[in-house]
């Protein structure tokens, strides 16, 4: 696998990585005796801390989750604690009509083929706005990893991960607060965004 350091392409993505992975089935077989490999798509999948993995993965149409997750954990520009980030993270494949967290062997590729008649099945939505949905690819929180163990994470780089996510979701009213929560809340970020608390009215 090969990662390359790509310029940000809009200013909402702080960076880019490009991945190119080779045949995971068996790759110490010569090209000669190789099975057919299907095509190479550029695959973008979009984490909460507004990065951009782009992906060409051999095979994109067989690719499963758990395949390309294991691309991204493994980036070296991402800096992720490889056996944490495998437990804690997983892609999903969510847009402004449905949100669907998907399973090791599911492969996104097919799921984005079938999005319309997931949409039709599960949403609410009317026709016109089924047809114009558009979903990506999300690395984000897997939704069965227990919260009590979330709690004791350490790793700076999976907590900035973390966070970005929790921030989004409290942003777009997913997760309740009582008002002193979110006035704490709206108070770290502050500290993020301002740096320190300056008594004069301005951040140091």
């Known amino acids: 696998m090969q990662l390359l350091q790509l310029p940000c392409s809009t ?5 880019s990585v490009q991945a190119s992975l080779t045949s ?9 005796t190789e099975p057919f490999q299907g095509p190479v798509i550029p695959t973008s999948v979009y984490l ?4 951009a993995v782009i ?7 067989s690719a499963t989750t758990e395949l390309l997750c294991q691309a991204i954990i493994n980036s070296d520009e991402l800096g992720l604690n490889k056996i944490l980030a495998a437990q804690i993270f997983t892609l999903w494949m969510t847009s402004p009509l449905l949100e669907l967290q998907l ?28 047809q ?19 709690e004791k994470i350490k790793d700076h780089k999976i907590l900035e991960l973390l966070y970005e996510e929790a921030r989004s979701n409290i942003l777009q ?13 709206g108070g770290i ?16």
């Open 11 to 15: 200013k909402s993505t702080t960076a």
């Open 55 to 61: 992906m060409e993965v051999e095979d994109t149409p």
């Open 189 to 204: 970020q502050a500290r993020i965004e301002l740096g320190p608390y300056n008594p004069l009215g301005r951040a140091n």
């Open 173 to 185: 009213g997913r997760y309740p607060c009582e008002v002193i929560h979110y006035i704490m809340l």
């Open 132 to 150: 114009r949905d558009e979903p990506k690819i999300m690395f984000q929180r897997n939704v069965f990893f227990p919260q009590h163990l979330e």
């Open 103 to 130: 399973k090791p062997t599911h492969k996104p590729y097919e799921i984005r083929q079938k999005w319309r008649s997931l949409v039709e099945q599960y949403s609410h939505a009317s026709y016109n706005r089924q």
């Open 24 to 32: 995971a089935s068996n790759p110490s077989t010569s090209s000669s």
């Open 48 to 51: 909460h801390s507004r990065t």
